[in-house]
């Protein structure tokens, strides 16, 4: 995960230099597709199901990681043909709000994906964000967040004035150290408040779960949807078609998810994914 986040900082500051330039796709070429992706699992997983899924239908497809406001910036500017990163209503909305104009939001790709704050059910007395007042002291005064500029990290910190959590502070890291500061703890048995959304691996491998939230600061579900440039929508309506036909659920997801994150070569373990879902895989594909 650290050697993906390096190249996510490289090529996020490519792209960034490439919006201040002339923002003519500097990363495409004429046979090329390139997908934006960011270091969350399950974006990873989907971005490598679909480079399967293209390069298996005479497509070359470049996948360039980035930060999310990279990947909005950069198919907001064309140099990203496709990205699956786009939680709305509630998550990506700052994004949604600034570049609604300049990109083509498609079909949602999975629906009714949540956020929140979440500790291990062991922690039995903590069920709302409101019992976290109980507990400050237990966890430091802390909740472990991920990256700086994700979208739940500004709804973590807004649950936490929502919810008059003033000794708290959001630990901002990575989606890696946040995870594994809950490994470290969860093993210990001690309390920890991370945050968390769905889908996610973490689910199957700890038990965790959401704390109410009844002020709802993280919002309702979201759907996660295909994002495309204005210019890929003109040129590639075959592609579009066929990304708007895929239709992915906690079922079918879990399992990818699972592979991904053991495996120590992710594209390897979507390529598996996708030659076992042949059959569902070529429905979506089909003229």
């Not at 934006?36 to 480079?51: L, S």
């Not at 009714?112 to 062991?122: D, E, I, K, Q, S």
């Not at 959304?197 to 939230?213: Q, T, V």
């Not at 373990?269 to 070529?282: F, N, P, R, T, Y």
Request: with cysteine; proline share 5%.
């Amino acid at each position: 995960m650290k050697k993906l986040l390096l190249i996510s900082m490289t090529c996020f500051l490519l792209v960034i230099a490439s919006a201040c330039g002339n923002g003519n796709g500097a990363f495409k070429d004429e046979k090329t597709i390139t997908i934006g992706m960011n270091n969350y699992t399950e974006n990873i997983a989907y971005t490598y199901v679909w480079k399967q899924i293209l390069e298996d239908r005479g497509y070359k497809v470049r996948t360039v990681f980035l930060e999310k406001a990279g990947v909005w910036v950069g198919t907001a500017n064309d140099d990203i043909d496709i990205s699956f990163a786009p939680w709305l209503p509630t998550t990506d909305a700052p994004f949604y709000k600034k570049y609604k104009d300049q990109v083509n939001i498609e079909d949602p790709w999975l629906k009714n994906a949540r956020l929140g704050f979440a500790v291990p059910t062991y922690m039995k007395d903590v069920n709302t964000t409101e019992d976290l007042a109980k507990v400050a002291s237990d966890v430091d005064n802390k909740v472990i967040g991920i990256d700086p500029g994700s979208s739940i990290n500004g709804l973590a910190e807004q649950a936490l004035k929502d919810y008059n959590l003033k000794s708290y502070t959001l630990v901002k890291s990575s989606e890696a150290a946040m995870l594994s500061e809950l490994r470290k703890a969860y093993d210990a048995k001690k309390p920890i408040v991370v945050t968390m959304w769905n889908p996610h691996w973490a689910f199957a491998d700890f038990d965790i779960k959401y704390l109410k939230d009844p002020k709802n600061s993280f919002g309702d579900p979201d759907n996660i949807y295909t994002m495309t440039s204005k210019e890929f929508k003109k040129t590639n309506p075959r592609v579009i078609k066929w990304m708007n036909n895929a239709q992915m659920n906690d079922k079918l997801i879990s399992p990818l998810l699972s592979q991904v994150e053991k495996s120590s070569n992710p594209e390897e373990a979507a390529q598996e994914w996708v030659k076992k879902h042949k059959k569902l895989v070529d429905s979506w594909t089909k003229d």
